[in-house]
């Protein structure tokens, strides 16, 4: 009974939610993107849930790259993960994604400058080096598409980049599979994933 105890005082809860409202690509401004961080930071501190909660605001590229890849590196094997993205996803024409900085852009040829974005290679890099093999990745995103690609139905869909991301200790939810071109309505007051969870192609943004 008290080498039970001991292994349950070890294991850890953690979370790391990011809320990037903006970037230099010329898309509408995300107002949800630090709500949904917040409504979610109170859900988990609000139930008793035992999670540590860390949140994140439009930080600075190499921050947000270095939190991110520790986040999940320094971590034990019993130890639960939750991770939130809150923002643009970006597929550009390699058909990866890539997840918007608040400094993201594109060059003067109207290339997507992918050194300015958190490529979810990188993410998928961290995660699969991570030692927790309990982890749940939250996409609450507005995908698009750069000005490179011919938007197709097969060039929409972000299924394939997220059976990449799957994994047999992870979780990935996502607000939706398509790339979208609507923003939210500004009246709408309640957490958008949360609301959406469940469909499909839902044309709004985080």
């Given at each position: 009974m008290q080498l039970g105890s001991d292994v349950n005082k070890s294991m850890a809860k953690v979370a790391l939610l990011v809320g990037i409202s903006t970037c230099?690509?010329?898309l509408p401004l995300l107002n949800r993107a630090r709500t949904n961080v917040e409504v979610l930071k109170r859900a988990l501190q609000g139930t008793n849930s035992g999670f540590d909660v860390k949140t994140l605001h439009d930080p600075p590229l190499p921050e947000l790259t270095e939190i991110?890849?520790?986040?999940?590196r320094h971590r034990e094997h019993d130890d639960q993960i939750l991770f939130l993205f809150s923002g643009y996803g970006i597929k550009d024409t390699d058909d990866q994604l890539y997840l918007a900085a608040p400094t993201t852009a594109l060059d003067?040829?109207?290339n997507l400058i992918r050194a300015r974005t958190l490529p979810a290679s990188f993410l998928q890099n961290v995660m699969d080096s991570s030692p927790a093999w309990r982890q749940v990745v939250i996409f609450d995103c507005c995908f698009r598409?750069?000005?490179?690609?011919?938007?197709?139905?097969?060039?929409?869909?972000m299924e394939d980049v997220f059976d990449h991301l799957i994994g047999d200790r992870r979780v990935i939810l996502s607000a939706s599979t398509r790339t979208q071109q609507e923003t939210?309505?500004?009246?709408?007051?309640?957490?958008?994933?949360?609301?959406?969870?469940?469909?499909?192609?839902?044309?709004r943004c985080g």
């Open positions: 230099e690509v010329g991110v890849e520790q986040f999940f003067d040829r109207g598409l750069t000005p490179g690609i011919q938007p197709t139905e097969d060039s929409g869909s939210e309505p500004e009246n709408l007051d309640a957490w958008s994933y949360t609301r959406y969870h469940g469909r499909r192609g839902c044309n």
